[in-house]
């Protein structure tokens, strides 16, 4: 056991839905074991400018559901560089700062690894992205909540689409990741899925829409976002020139799907992981993001939670196409 008694705490990169769920379980719990808090404003840009305050079990009071994050977040390019690291650090050193809680993805986590093999200063992440593409937990923090805002907006625009007789392409986040579309697709009962993981391969879509059940009314197609197929209206034009007689529309989610009131599943999820955190930190735990495997509290080296590569489950495209016939 180490004897920390001041941490830093700050959420970076794109905000998720559940993060001030886990800053009132980081603050909370190091005040249960007496240790400081400080709040860092704005990600690694705000470490770097010093914007600094110290929080106190109050000052996360009626948060928990609440979307966003109360410590704001920002993209930072100084960081990346030494000398912005260097700032950083004399920053922390300056605040008494002997450890810290990182809530991000994996930029975040990528930040946070080599300025903990840089210095001397312990971190530990908690994962907090809508996206869920870190390896070493089974869900992120906003995951989801996020999924859940995909599938209500889609179950709304499912009813103009089956009044119609319409069939919509709805694009969804997910520029490296397909996650959001694989299980809102299936939640939805898309007709097809199109996700980085298959290099959007569109080939099963169209074979879909020959080959399949003409009868149908409605029809969803499920799109991460991302350039390689064109994105949605590239798809949605190239549908429409092979099959004139549907009537097809785009419709972009976007930004909704970041907000709003985090679910039950995120509030507990970014509850025990950031009782976790600081319980990790006082156990001598650095350079490692908490996540959550088969229920149980897992540590995962930064490096290898960000492999960028999540593997998908196969089975999940092969249920959407047993579905959807
Ligand atoms: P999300 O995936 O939800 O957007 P993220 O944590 O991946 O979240 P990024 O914008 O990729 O978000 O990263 C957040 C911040 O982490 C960057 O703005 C930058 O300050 C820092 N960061 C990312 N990569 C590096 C790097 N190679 N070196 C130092 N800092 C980095």
Redesign the pocket.
């Known amino acids: 056991m180490t004897q920390i008694k001041k941490i830093g705490l700050y959420t970076?990169?794109?905000?998720?839905p559940g993060m001030n769920a886990a800053i009132r379980a980081v603050v909370r719990t190091a005040k249960y074991y007496n240790i400081e808090v400080i709040g860092i404003r704005r990600?690694?840009?705000g470490m770097i400018n010093g914007e600094f305050f110290p929080m106190d079990g109050k000052s996360v009071a009626n948060i928990i559901q609440r979307g966003g994050t109360i410590l704001k977040t920002?993209?930072?390019?100084?960081?990346?560089t030494p000398e912005g690291?260097r700032l950083a650090y004399d920053q922390l050193m300056n605040h008494g700062i002997q450890g810290l809680v990182a809530i991000?993805?994996?930029?975040?986590?990528?930040?946070?690894r080599?300025?903990g093999n840089e210095y001397d200063m312990p971190v530990v992440g908690l994962p907090?992205?809508?996206?869920n593409?870190l390896n070493g937990t089974d869900f992120t923090i906003?995951y989801d909540t996020a999924i859940n805002t995909v599938i209500d907006a889609v179950d709304k625009i499912r009813d103009t689409a089956e009044s119609h007789d319409r069939l919509f392409i709805v694009e969804v986040m997910g520029r490296d990741s397909g996650l959001i579309a694989l299980r809102t697709g299936i939640a939805s009962g898309a007709e097809a899925i199109i996700i980085p993981e298959t290099n959007r391969d569109i080939n099963a879509l169209m074979d879909r829409l020959e080959n399949g059940r003409k009868d149908k009314s409605s029809k969803i197609v499920m799109v991460a976002e991302g350039e390689d197929a064109g994105g949605a209206f590239e798809i949605g034009r190239q549908v429409k020139e092979k099959f004139p007689n549907y009537d097809t529309r785009v419709s972009i989610l976007g930004h909704i799907q970041r907000g709003g009131k985090p679910s039950c599943m995120d509030r507990v999820l970014a509850s025990r992981v950031g009782v976790a955190a600081v319980e990790a930190l006082r156990d001598g735990h650095r350079n490692e993001m908490i996540g959550i495997v088969h229920n149980e509290i897992s540590y995962t080296p930064f490096e290898h939670a960000c492999k960028h590569h999540v593997e998908i489950n196969a089975n999940f495209l092969k249920i959407v196409e047993i579905l959807s016939i």
Not at 104 to 112: E, L, M, P, R
């Open positions: 970076s990169g794109g905000d998720a990600g690694y840009e920002a993209r930072s390019e100084q960081f990346k690291r991000g993805g994996d930029g975040t986590f990528t930040g946070a080599i300025f907090g992205t809508i996206d593409d906003g």
